[in-house]
């Protein structure tokens, strides 16, 4: 089967860097997203990794190793409004997205 | 940015009629299509697969004559939900796929409540 794992819930600190981890078993490879996403909203484009490596963007980034099946969002300098879940999607070798069932992050002050 | 909308926002309906959702690519030419579901504290769960011209694809336990999904044009996919019942009520999500990309572009969301 596919699965992506990813942990259910964090929590950080205002200010603080946060790291969440994504691990994946897929038919196939062909890129790993992170979305955001606030309670009652769509999911919002953060990050695309095909290749391995870390890719940053502004206070996030993303690495990906493709031999390890893992990749992770780093989120530095943690705002209140960056409480929101964020979801770990693979595409597989049949262009399909597989989603994790995403990881809250809480922020307190 | 590749824009994606969906109408309505929000709709509440009795319990036994139906519902359409739209979802319109506004700036570039959607191939495929994607109609989720996400009820409260879950995740997203992908109900179907629809590509331009062509029957939509279900995902299994997805009942296609319950949620009648039409995809006539590069921009637009309707998801009807028909003869709706009250655990019909969720948050219903599109998402749009150009040809150039493997990145999913969401609309807003579609909020149904079935009294």
């Known amino acids: 089967g596919q699965n992506i794992d990813q942990p259910t819930e964090m929590t950080a600190t205002e200010g603080a860097i946060v790291q969440i981890n994504c691990t994946y078993q897929?038919?196939?490879?062909?890129?790993l997203f992170w979305y955001q996403q606030h309670a009652g909203e769509a999911p919002t484009f953060l990050s695309y990794?095909?290749l391995d490596g870390l890719e940053e963007k502004g206070r996030f980034s993303s690495f990906l190793s493709r031999s390890k099946g893992y990749s992770y969002l780093l989120l530095k300098e943690l705002q209140m409004k960056d409480s929101a879940s964020y979801l770990c999607a693979v595409v597989n070798s049949n262009y399909q997205l597989i989603w994790g069932a995403g990881t809250k992050l809480i922020i307190k002050p | 940015g590749a824009v994606v909308s969906q109408h309505p926002s929000w709709v509440i309906c009795k319990s036994g009629t139906s519902v359409k959702i739209e979802c319109r690519s506004l700036d570039f030419q959607a191939t495929t299509m994607f109609w989720y579901r996400q009820f409260p504290k879950q995740s997203l769960m992908l109900m179907a697969t629809s590509n331009e011209g062509s029957k939509a694809t279900y995902e299994q336990g997805v009942e296609k004559d319950k949620f009648l999904i039409n995809h006539a044009s590069l921009t637009l996919s309707t998801l009807t939900v028909t003869s709706a019942h009250p655990e019909d009520s969720s948050f219903y999500i599109c998402?749009?796929?150009?040809?150039?990309?493997?990145?999913?572009?969401f609309g807003p969301g579609t909020r149904l409540t079935v009294t």
């Open positions: 998402s749009a796929r150009g040809t150039s990309d493997h990145e999913q572009y």
């Open positions: 990794n095909v």
């Open positions: 897929t038919s196939g490879f062909n890129g």
